[in-house]
Nanobody, 124 residues
Framework: VQLQAFGGGVVQAGGSLRLSCAAS????????MGWFRQAPGKEREFVAS????????DYADSVKGRFTISRDNAKNTVDLQMNILKPEDTAVYYC??????????????????WGQGTLVTVSS
């Protein structure tokens, strides 16, 4: 399984960024996908997830109402639209595929494959 995330960068507080993750080596439409982030000196934390059929989504409380996760099963991609960014959103963002088929990611235990990460820096 290969997951390649891109789209990170530097943005001012209040701005927006869109992250994308391209997946290969798996039957994409049967795996839940998610985004996690890790800030310097902190544990990797759950940000958002989407079920295999794109019906169900889940968000960390800290990003609800600001971030939106989506997927395109025809293109094998999962995106994270991030709006109203805050300095505390600064982190390396990782996409992940669920450990097993037909599973929605709820936390790190459900994630089986990881991308290489893309850095998001939000300046105040």
């Amino acid at each position: 399984v290969q997951l390649q995330a891109f789209g990170g960068g530097v943005v001012q507080a209040g701005g927006s960024l869109r992250l994308s993750c391209a997946a290969s080596g798996l039957t994409f439409s049967t795996y839940g996908m998610g985004w996690f982030r890790q800030a310097p000196g902190k544990e990797r934390e759950f940000v958002a997830s989407i079920g295999w059929s794109a019906v169900n989504t889940d968000y960390a409380d800290s990003v609800k109402g600001r971030f939106t996760i989506s997927r395109d099963n025809a293109k094998n991609t999962v995106d994270l639209q991030m709006n109203i960014l805050k300095p505390e959103d600064t982190a390396v963002y990782y996409c992940a595929a669920s450990r097993t088929k037909f599973t929605q990611i709820r936390d790190r235990a459900n994630a089986g494959s990881w991308g290489q990460g893309t850095l998001v820096t939000v300046s105040s």
